[in-house]
Nanobody, 127 residues
Framework: QVQLVQSGGGSVQSGGSLRLSCATS????????GAWFRQAPGQEGEREGV?????????NYAHSVEGRFTISQDIAKNTIYLQMNSLKPEDTALYYC????WGPGRPSLVADAYKSWGQGTQVTVSS
């Protein structure tokens, strides 16, 4: 069973930076997708795909974060990161990491492609 443990997040002023980490364990099925999703206040049940990466370091980003956020991974540490720069108040959300089996094409930003989820971490950006 795959387990994901998130760390990082917190509160920052507009224009600031934060980094999220997601330590994974228990995945033994070869190639994979890893991703970050977020759930904005008042949007319970709706998770927006933010960034995704696969085993081969192919990445995919939502238009709203492209050029500001960077997803990366340290395979030796089984950890996926999300570096968030130039943060805006509209980036305020509960952020989740997710993990799932690999598929062809660009790494998916669709929640249904992912089978395992982290516990969530709050990111708050004030103006």
């Amino acid at each position: 069973q795959v387990q994901l443990v998130q760390s990082g997040g917190g509160s920052v002023q507009s224009g600031g930076s934060l980094r999220l980490s997601c330590a994974t364990s228990g995945y033994t099925y070869g190639s994979y997708y890893g991703a970050w999703f977020r759930q904005a206040p008042g949007q319970e049940g709706e998770r927006e795909g933010v960034a995704a990466i696969d085993t081969y370091n192919l990445t995919n980003y939502a238009h709203s974060v492209e050029g500001r956020f960077t997803i990366s991974q340290d395979i030796a540490k089984n950890t996926i990161y999300l570096q968030m720069n130039s943060l805006k108040p509209e980036d305020t959300a509960l952020y989740y990491c997710a993990f799932g089996p690999w598929g062809p094409g660009r790494p998916s930003l669709v929640a249904d492609a992912y089978k395992s989820w982290g516990q969530g971490t709050q990111v708050t950006v004030s103006s």
